[in-house]
């Protein structure tokens, strides 16, 4: 039974570039959170999202930064015109239902690092 | 300012010691969680507590859920090395669903 799968593992972009992550939820969960992490900090949510619907983006930035979850295939994180500042890891989170409450299995992150 | 205030944020120990980490808030949880995270890895779930005034024991691991569920402590008896990494908690409110983690604690175990 495979666990939340993340591509890339790691990501180079200069700025300016466009950067896209991808997270393939856990086999039937379809409630997906993204999380951003930097270094010797804990987890910041930016994202709640459920097939085709956006539930929560109240961490996301309001510019640059956006998500989808399709009805079919992963959930995307598109960040455009990358600056060094976004240099993060970024975990994603699966559960089985909506309920905020409910256990999240994380993904093995994507390392962004812009140049 | 975190909601969620993890104590130490660092902490190194020789193997077979003893130890405890805090999580604490102002604010009441529904459930609290904690994590383990490894170098270059996601978060691994260690246990959920719900309940005011509970303890959950995973081998040398326990957990403590405050009586006022809004603190949580983390045991660790006979530390080794392989306890090394980063333990998150994270809260989900009681008054709104979100969920929120504290920054960490990082262990170090020196064999």
């Known amino acids: 039974n495979a666990g939340v799968m993340q591509n890339p593992r790691h990501l180079v972009r200069r700025r300016g570039q466009e950067a896209r992550l991808r997270c393939s939820p856990m086999?039937?969960?379809?409630?997906v959170y993204w999380y951003r992490q930097l270094p010797e900090e804990g987890l910041k949510f930016m994202v709640y999202l459920q097939k085709e619907n956006i539930i929560d983006e109240s961490g996301m930035p309001k510019e640059r930064f956006s998500a989808e979850f399709p009805k079919e295939g992963p959930s995307i994180l598109r960040i455009q015109q990358v600056v060094r500042g976004d240099s993060a890891a970024y975990f994603c989170a699966s559960s089985p239902t909506g309920m905020r409450a409910d256990t999240q299995y994380f993904g093995p992150g994507t390392r962004l690092t812009v140049l | 300012t975190q909601l969620l205030e993890q104590s130490p944020q660092f902490l190194s120990i020789q193997e077979g010691e003893n130890l405890t980490v805090y999580c604490n808030s102002s604010s009441v949880f529904s459930s609290l969680q904690w994590y383990r995270q490894e170098p270059g890895e996601g978060p691994v779930l260690l246990v959920t507590v719900v309940t005011g005034g509970e303890v959950k024991k995973l081998k040398r691991l326990t957990f403590q859920f405050g009586d006022a569920r809004k603190d949580s402590s983390l045991h660790i008896t006979a530390a080794q090395p392989g306890d090394t990494g980063l333990y998150l908690c994270a809260g989900v409110l009681y008054n709104n669903n979100d969920m929120r983690f504290g920054a960490g604690t990082r262990l170090t175990v020196k064999p």
């Open positions: 086999k039937g969960h379809s409630h």
